[in-house]
Nanobody, 125 residues
Framework: QVQLVESGGGLVQAGDSLRLSCAAS????????MGWFRQAPGKEREFVAT????????TSADSVKGRFTISRDNAKNTVYLQMNSLKPDDTANYYC??????????????????WGQGTQVTVSS
């Protein structure tokens, strides 16, 4: 397993941008597909975006398509989530996760082996 630490959350206004980072420990980071999930108070944790182990493929939830971009730097053991045009509905705790799986772009929580502690994103209207 890898250990994951998220950073970059904060309080912003609607329309602003934020970039979240997730730093991973270990020498096998490049073997893991990486994902971002979010959880708002009283709601289930939901899929946001995922990127393949190589970084060649990505996919994201319909609710963030065109606004959020996932990327990774395997040399730095880091995955990013660039969030643009933020809306109040994007307010949530954002979690980074790692999956050692045959699936190129895992979208389900059960496919992930390791999770970070989360970073809070709050978007005011």
């Amino acid at each position: 397993q890898v250990q994951l630490v998220e950073s970059g959350g904060g309080l912003v206004q609607a329309g602003d941008s934020l970039r979240l980072s997730c730093a991973a420990s270990g020498r096998t980071f490049s073997r893991y597909a990486m994902g971002w999930f979010r959880q708002a108070p009283g709601k289930e944790r939901e899929f946001v975006a995922t990127i393949s182990a190589s970084g060649d493929s990505t996919t994201s939830a319909d609710s963030v398509k065109g606004r959020f971009t996932i990327s990774r730097d395997n040399a730095k053991n880091t995955v990013y989530l660039q969030m643009n045009s933020l809306k109040p509905d994007d307010t949530a705790n954002y979690y980074c996760a790692a999956a050692l799986t045959a699936y190129t772009l895992p979208r389900f929580k059960r496919q992930y082996d390791s999770w970070g502690q989360g970073t809070q994103v709050t978007v005011s209207s």
